[in-house]
């Protein structure tokens, strides 16, 4: 939408456009499309390696409860 005077302003995902004509916006749509097209294709190596920390911090997690659970039934005993 264009806002103010001068040449036409359009904003973009958070983008200031300035433009002269139609073309150069629609060229400038067609361009963003394909980054975010890149942006969401998945890293493999990136996902092993999250997955990777994410099972180890869950694994983690899962030794502190037994753990506190462990502590707990034991004060409760003594």
């Not at 958070?14 to 073309?23: A, N, S």
Request: net charge negative; charged share 35%.
């Amino acid at each position: 939408m264009p806002l103010g005077n001068g040449p036409p302003k359009y904003f973009f995902e958070g983008v200031e456009i300035v433009i002269g004509g139609l073309p150069a916006f629609r060229d400038h749509l067609e361009n963003a499309s394909e980054a975010r097209k890149k942006k969401l294709e998945p890293d493999l190596q990136s996902l092993s390696v999250l997955k990777f920390l994410l099972d180890d911090f869950f694994e983690d997690l899962k030794h502190d409860r037994e753990a506190k659970k462990r502590e707990a039934k034991e004060a409760n005993t003594t």
